[in-house]
């Protein structure tokens, strides 16, 4: 079992795993504002949901901002999307920003 940590610079890019790795996604997030990033599709038989954690940046005070991760267990085999979006749940408006990624597991 390994770790995939990936971040902001691999928007739009392909991952490739393993059963059994863990895939770790770490994304720049202030909640105070009311944006918070969220999964808006993941394939749960292929990318199981482990934890969805922020941690605040060192050295910021109340209000400041960090990164929000998530951690996904890959299962099975194939080919996957995975997009999280950053926005305001309760805005009918679009999202600030957007994460794509296509997940390659492999058997």
């Known amino acids: 079992m390994a770790e995939i940590l990936i971040g902001e610079g691999h928007n739009g890019g392909t991952i490739t795993g393993r059963p059994g790795d863990i895939l770790v996604i770490r994304l720049a997030e202030n909640p105070t504002t009311g944006f918070r990033w969220s999964a808006t599709q993941a394939d749960p038989e292929m990318l199981r949901p482990q934890s969805d954690d922020f941690e605040p940046a060192a050295g910021t005070g109340l209000g400041g901002g960090g990164l929000r991760t998530f951690r996904y267990l890959l299962t099975g085999g194939g080919d996957t999307a995975l997009a999280l979006q950053l926005a305001r749940p ?15 597991i492999g058997r």
């Open 90 to 104: 309760w805005e009918a408006t679009a999202p600030r920003s957007e994460f794509r990624i296509r997940v390659s």
